[in-house]
């Protein structure tokens, strides 16, 4: 829609910002972008003011300069997890696009073999997409157990080219995948069950538990994610799981258990922790991707 007059902008404002929207000058300028008429407009302010989630209304998010889709009951994106986009991006850079080894002599190597991203527990898809926007010529499979979440997911993979499934953690992956996985990137629910009451109203009313709810300690599915991932990861993969200070441990020694070497990363800026788990040396030995993340 056109731009709306300044007294009608001026007029939402003063609505959202006394239902709570703390930027609410830029939400209103989202709106009114967006809006497809006047009435479209009136009809999209009423649903932001009755609280649900800015995304949900606009039917998109903004994440790692990326426009994704996003509808109601689906888990919006969060500016943290571009950290996880980062790290994993430079993992796969790092071990996953080296030359292949060379044929017999006098003969060409079979040059550059094409990385495999899988995005477990993807909602929306947000991050795989954007991991594979970073790197070139990737692969990209993610899935999903929620059928909403994957159905929104399968718009925005399309964009690179991927592929999405539906099915709890690995079991609906391809076979063919075994083994070749070099960045396996995991946004899982880590809010323990207790904790789930004291969510702000957008995410706990209007985002699916399954998206949310990550056990008592919140590292249930951490666990789960962390057992089966060495089957799936190429020699020099990377398991990457976001995860909260608090839990980093936690999530680290899942993937000790595994087998995995585990290193835990933060990026203080974002408030964001990803922990990276390897077979070899430990992912410890690749720099962090950005000037605010610090390793141990």
Same mark, same amino acid.
């Given at each position: 829609?056109k !731009?709306a007059?300044?007294?009608?902008l001026?007029?939402i404002?003063?609505?959202?910002?006394a239902?709570? #929207?703390? *930027?609410?000058?830029?939400?209103?300028?989202l709106?009114a972008? $967006?809006?497809? !008429?006047p009435?479209?407009?009136?009809?999209?302010?009423e649903?932001?003011?009755?609280?649900l989630?800015?995304?949900?209304?606009l039917?998109?998010a903004? *994440? #790692?300069g990326?426009?994704?889709? +996003?509808?109601?009951?689906?888990?919006?994106?969060?500016?943290?997890?571009? *950290?996880?986009?980062? /790290?994993?991006?430079?993992?796969? +850079?790092?071990?996953?696009?080296?030359?292949?080894?060379?044929?017999?002599p006098?003969?060409?190597?079979?040059?550059?073999?094409?990385?495999?991203?899988? =995005?477990?527990c #993807?909602?929306s898809?947000?991050?795989?997409?954007?991991?594979?926007?970073?790197?070139?010529?990737?692969?990209?499979?993610?899935? %999903?157990?929620?059928?909403?979440?994957?159905d #929104?997911?399968? /718009?925005?993979?399309?964009?690179?080219?991927?592929?999405?499934? /539906?099915?709890?953690l &690995?079991?609906?992956?391809?076979?063919?995948?075994?083994?070749?996985?070099?960045?396996?990137?995991?946004?899982?629910? &880590? +809010?323990?069950? !207790?904790?789930?009451?004291?969510?702000?109203?957008?995410?706990?009313?209007?985002?699916?538990?399954?998206?949310?709810d990550g056990?008592?300690?919140? +590292? %249930?599915?951490?666990?789960?994610?962390?057992?089966?991932?060495?089957?799936?990861?190429?020699? =020099?993969?990377?398991?990457?799981?976001?995860?909260?200070?608090r839990?980093a441990?936690k999530?680290?020694?899942?993937?000790?258990?595994?087998?995995?070497?585990?290193?835990i990363t933060?990026?203080?800026?974002l408030?964001? $922790?990803?922990v990276?788990? !390897?077979?070899?040396a430990?992912p410890?030995?690749?720099?962090?991707?950005?000037?605010a993340?610090?390793?141990?």
């Open positions: 829609m !731009s007059a300044a007294g009608d001026a007029a404002v003063t609505r959202l910002r239902a709570g #929207c703390v *930027f609410a000058e830029d939400e209103a300028g709106l972008a $967006t809006a497809r !008429s009435a479209d407009l009136a009809a999209m302010v649903r932001r003011v009755s609280g989630p800015l995304e949900h209304v039917g998109w903004e *994440f #790692c990326l426009r994704i889709a +996003v509808r109601n009951g689906i888990f919006v994106p969060r500016r943290r997890s571009e *950290f996880l986009v980062r /790290q994993a991006a430079a993992a796969v +850079v790092a071990v996953a696009v080296a030359p292949a080894p060379a044929g017999p006098g003969q060409p190597g079979p040059g550059r073999r094409r990385p495999v991203i899988v =995005d477990l #993807c909602g898809g947000a991050i795989g997409v954007a991991v594979a926007a970073a790197v070139d010529n990737a692969e990209l499979y993610a899935a %999903d157990i929620d059928l909403a979440a994957v #929104c997911a399968r /718009q925005n993979v399309a964009s690179v080219g991927g592929h999405v499934y /539906q099915g709890d &690995y079991d609906p992956l391809p076979a063919t995948l075994r083994g070749r996985v070099d960045a396996l990137v995991v946004n899982a629910p &880590y +809010v323990p069950t !207790s904790e789930i009451a004291l969510l702000p109203p957008e995410a706990r009313l209007h985002e699916p538990a399954v998206a949310l056990g008592v300690d919140g +590292v %249930d599915v951490h666990r789960r994610v962390a057992a089966g991932a060495p089957g799936w990861l190429a020699p =020099d993969g990377r398991l990457l799981i976001e995860t909260s200070a839990q441990d999530t680290a020694a899942a993937m000790t258990a595994s087998g995995l070497v585990p290193a933060h990026d203080h800026d408030g964001a $922790t990803v990276i788990g !390897s077979r070899g430990g410890g030995t690749l720099p962090p991707a950005g000037a993340a610090t390793t141990r």
